[in-house]
């Protein structure tokens, strides 16, 4: 690839410290030594080409929480492994890459790559993404494993067009010599299931995406779930997207009239930014005049007692915007007072963390699965013109009534669980078994 020219790497370098300083809402928590890197850069100016410097630029971000921060072009090499990876329980598992099946039925453990024990080559690529919670940072790293050429050049080994993989059943090993292939697409068996009905009169509706389709599909379901005994939501590997089903959903498991402040936010002070900047996550300050009076009711009740988890300038960020959900945001919603089970994993992310910690705590409902990703930033992105880069970093501080931040820990189940190993490879599927059986259990006391 063509190295860049030394004047413009430092221009765009200089732009790339100018947004963390002067636009990123994530600039002031705690980060590791971002400028001794941006050093590291310049000093490598003049032999960088684009992807080198994309990957560089990316580590840095790395040193921040914020796990919506990404740049564009970080991969220094094609090619990849014969299978996908993907992080279970303290596992890695190589599976088809078509998402079936196991590489190898009787080993679905990948343990070595290239000699080296994985977990090696799994903090090797936690370089690269922000520790916006240990789930977020080691389900990136594992899945990000199948580029192998961009991580050998990292390890500082040659690039081959065989990779040599060790591969486990728990017990016994099994070392093969492999093909390194182009780059390939993927799919997830689980994003295929869709709403249904379950035996025993329970509803199934499933939310892939944070989007308007998932806003149909609430609309299509809900009118038609309001006589089941019991209801599974489902959003596993859903990373995200609009806030609009939030609200659409809500009100359904809203027991009296009262409104709820879901979530508060402060945005960076920063003159690209508009005065209704967070009206895209229908966030708005207390003194908005389109709150009703019981909604600035209960905003007032949490302004008595919130405070903030972490410390920052506050003349560097916006007043306060408030998130309410309420029962005006679906008119056509009824009660839904039978147990409801919501199903995640740790695929989920940014809006589908405020979807999670809304219904968390909420009566009847019970979260069954793994700890979200833990993210919500709202990402803008810049371009860096010299190199063709772009980057992206979280432009507002979002948290929970709590005060806990969405990052760092995302929203924790109240019952974990891991699926099944065959849930990978098979129609079986452990996690909704168990949300079943806890529904069965609650309408029997």
């Known amino acids: 690839m063509e190295t860049l020219a030394k004047d413009h790497v430092l221009e765009d370098v200089a732009l790339f410290q100018e947004i963390l300083e002067e636009r990123f809402s994530y600039f002031y928590l705690e980060h590791g030594d971002y400028e001794k890197a941006l050093g590291v850069v310049r000093a490598r100016a003049s032999t960088l080409d684009r992807n080198t410097l994309g990957c560089l630029l990316q580590k840095i971000l790395a040193l921040f929480i914020d796990g919506h921060a990404r740049m564009s072009h970080v991969l220094r090499a094609s090619g990849n492994l014969p299978f996908l990876t993907e992080a279970y329980s303290e596992n890695v598992l190589a599976l088809s890459v078509d998402g079936t099946s196991f590489f190898d039925d009787s080993y679905p453990y990948l343990t070595k790559l290239d000699g080296k024990a994985i977990d090696e080559w799994i903090t090797l690529a936690q370089t690269l993404f922000p ?19 961009h991580w050998r050049l ?6 081959n067009d065989t990779v040599e993989v060790e591969l486990s059943d728990g017990v016994k090993t099994k070392t093969k010599k492999l093909e390194v292939l182009p780059k390939y697409g993927s799919r997830s068996r689980r994003t295929e299931q869709e709403s249904r009905f379950l035996e025993n009169n329970l509803g199934y509706l499933r939310l892939t995406k944070m989007d308007e389709a998932a806003v149909e599909t609430i609309r299509q379901w809900m009118p038609v779930f309001k006589s089941t005994d019991g209801l599974i939501i489902d959003v596993r590997g859903n990373g995200g997207g609009l806030r609009t089903p939030l609200r659409e959903l809500f009100p359904y498991f809203m027991l009296d009239d009262t409104p709820v402040v879901a979530s508060l936010a402060v945005y960076r002070l920063w003159e690209g930014f508009n005065h209704d900047h967070l009206a895209a996550r229908y966030m708005y300050r207390f003194e908005d005049e389109g709150w009703s009076d019981e909604e600035r009711s209960v905003i007032k009740e949490v302004r008595k007692t919130f405070e903030p988890s972490v ?58 699965g793994q700890a979200s990703s833990g993210g919500s930033g709202f990402a803008v992105r810049y371009d860096l013109p010299n190199s063709g880069l772009s980057c992206q970093v979280a432009s507002m501080l979002s948290f929970q009534p709590s005060g806990q931040l969405y990052d760092t820990v995302g929203i924790q189940p109240d019952i974990e669980m891991l699926p099944g190993l065959e849930d990978f490879i098979s129609e079986s599927d452990a996690v909704l078994a168990r949300a079943i059986e806890h529904i069965k259990n609650q309408t029997r006391l």
């Open 154 to 159: 990292e390890a500082g080994q040659p690039l």
């Open 311 to 368: 410390k920052f300038p506050k003349d560097k960020f916006s007043d306060w915007h408030y998130l309410v959900l309420s029962e005006a945001n679906n008119s056509h919603a009824y009660s839904y007072t039978k147990p409801v089970v919501v199903l995640m994993d740790t695929k989920c992310f940014s809006a589908t963390d405020i979807f999670l910690g809304s219904l968390k705590g909420r009566k009847n409902i019970t979260l069954i």
């Open 131 to 149: 520790k916006s919670s240990p789930q977020f940072s080691k389900r990136n790293a594992v899945e990000v494993l199948k580029r192998i050429q």
